[in-house]
């Protein structure tokens, strides 16, 4: 079955969700706009004021419960995430255990990260004084996510400002809101007070209104550079914690387990159908062993099956859109026009993307310098470490990258040297931990997720000192 254009909206004051795959409505829900903003801002105070009043162990407790919620309809979780997303199923079953793992390490930090006493008697002057730091919410968070991980971007956000005290506005993507809508009906069910986190799904108007409103104190955005750029010229005077893509390199050297890395560098180029800021995209192979990984990841690609994401035979969904499908076969053309060599894929079917290798991709193409954010690969040779480095480091952002190689040196001195958020090794550039922090570097880097960080950029210390004498 292949890929059908969208149909439009029939109910006004809704926004209909479909689904990527077949264009068939799944859903629908209530459009909020700017002029709702008020309105917005009143509840979040409001459901601030009770975040805030809430001890960490009923914090904690809300967090663990929703967690078990979301296990407890996994399988509901994980069909709204292949029906809105086009993720395949097997993609969608991993994403909720995910989102669940990300409450629970949410709920550990509502209980253990609260402060911590500060030596005023190490200083002169100090020696009748002593005290301490708490970590307090800074009130109204904005929070926008992605399509591309429509459940757990989203436990990314509350998780951590719940566990602080916070309270939140969520707009999550206008093409995968169900996922989201879902998680936060299931924190009320949890018994969270249900004005701390309010869902307001619209365009770009009501986003620019969230971003730009003065009470809000901070917008943690997960998206596009445009739109970071975008929100933080409008945002002000506020917290802003950005992450906004990547274009991960991948080395692979000539005494690293040849198979291993090809099966990695698979799953980590073609994963989601692309859609993976920390994917695999540019993959560097030394000379010595260039040919033999380029005819195997060629041959292993072939052999991947595009189709049907609710199927469990299926390996790479849809792409969001046709449109979004569109865009990844003009950069690949746009590629082979300039002078790469395409060794397999660049076939499309409405929004199905068959994944895609190319060799040889001229460094000024936007495929070897902008984040593609879909299935392509561009491999490229080269001789010596040094050059490998340089080739990595040869452009404006970097999320993740990855390495293989068994020597341990090389393995370290790669690590130290490469410009990224996150170096893995003997592994692609996709692994991601919730616990880890996460972010990037160079160009648009701006704060860290991962539980426990996201959760010290959404408090603010404040200082307590008892005058003795």
Known sequence: MSAVPF?????PGMIPVFSPFDGSLVGSVDARGPDEIDALLARAHRG?????ALPRHQRSGILERTAQIVLDRQDDFAKTIVMEAGKTIAQARKEVMRCANTLRLAAEEAKRNAGEVVPFDAFA???????WFTR???????AITPYNDPLNLVAHKLGPAIAGGNAVLLKPSDLTPLSASGLAAALVEAGLPDEIVTVAVGGVELGAALVSARDVRMVSFTG????GEAIARAAGLKKLAMELGGNAPVIVMPDCDLGK????????????????????QRILVHSAVYADFRDAFVEATRRLKAGDPSRDDTDVGPMISIQAAERAEATVNQAVEAGARLLTGNRRDGSLYAPTVLEDVPPTCSLWRDEAFAPLVALACFDALDEAIEMANDIEYSLHAGIFTNDLAVALEAAGRIDAGGVM????SDYRVDAMP????????????GVRFAYEEMTQPKVVCINRG
């Not at 601030?48 to 805030?52: E, H, I, L, P, V």
């Not at 307090?136 to 904005?142: A, K, Q, S, W, Y």
């Open 7 to 11: 149909r439009i909206a029939e109910r």
């Open 48 to 52: 601030a004021r009770q975040s805030r």
């Open 125 to 131: 002057g100090g020696d009748m004084r002593q005290g």
């Open 136 to 142: 307090e919410p800074l009130g109204i968070i904005v």
């Open 224 to 227: 596009g550079f445009a739109a």
């Open 261 to 280: 890395a090809v099966d990695s560098c698979v799953s980590g180029a073609f994963w989601a159908a692309g859609q993976n800021c920390i994917g695999a």
């Open 425 to 428: 090794i003997n592994d692609s």
């Open 438 to 449: 996460f972010g990037g570097s160079k160009y648009g880097s701006l704060g860290r997720e």
